[in-house]
């Protein structure tokens, strides 16, 4: 069974989707349409702009989903059996298996990005990639820590992400330094997303996705939360709410993919991030990119 999954914030890249506006003419309207969306041109920002201008989180989120939905589309015999995406990625997912129109999900990546955002400048905040400790030793310091900071992202076995407060994430590098960490390095990230410091957005995306129609999907998604395999609308969008203060399960979301028959995975959009997570989650399996 072919999976396909759909990066998250990070993989951007100057001069990202140019290639695809050149070569695909049938692109440019969604191209056209996302400026109008937007208000702004983003395309300028993608084709032209600089690395710095693409960290922009208002400009990063919504131009990493433009070119995965985009890339998706080009691809002719795009059946997938399921999807998954990594924080973000998980809104390109559901435009991909039909759940949200390109439209519909570009608002609200867009609302996504300007709540985030909002949210990082009301309170310094932080994340830090831990790498070469079991998940269960990160989890204990963490729980320890008089300040807010909790395990963020499960990207694979031995490489986790943790997310809170600036003093919190410091005290952690340094207990978990010493419990044997062979890196605890600071990200280089607006704030302490997929923690609790980011119910303000959460709040705010809320109403947006209660306000938006998801469909029945053509294949299901796994989704960040519960890395479980969901279909019905309405369980997708409770999940969807609660992503932004919830960890992403990456690692146990690859695994119950593979558990599910997933034996090729191909990712789709920029970079190669999700590749090099997956061989590690599951050697096993077939993995590209397009």
Known sequence: MKAYVFPGQGAQFAGMGKDIHERFSDTRTLFAQADKILGFKITDIMFQGTTEDLRQTKVTQPAIFLHSVIMARTISDFKPAMVAGHSLGEFSALVANGTLSFEDGLKLVFQRALAMQKACEAEPSAMAAILGLDDKIVEDVCSQINEIVVPANYNSPGQIVISGSVKGIDMAISELTDRG????????????????????????LQKAIEST?????????????????????????MNLIAQLTS?????????????????????????????GLIKKIEPSVT???V
């Open 181 to 204: 960490a062979k890196r605890a390095i600071k990200l280089n990230v607006g704030g302490a997303f997929h923690s609790p410091l980011m119910e303000s957005a959460r709040l705010d």
């Open 213 to 237: 129609r998801f469909s029945n999907p053509v294949c299901p998604i796994y989704q960040n939360v519960s890395a479980e395999r969901v279909e019905d609308p309405s369980q997708i969008k």
């Open 247 to 275: 960890p992403v399960r990456w690692t146990q979301t690859v695994k119950n993919m593979v558990h599910d028959g997933a034996s090729s995975f191909t990712e789709v959009g920029p970079g190669n991030v999700l590749q």
């Open 287 to 289: 993995v590209s990119g």
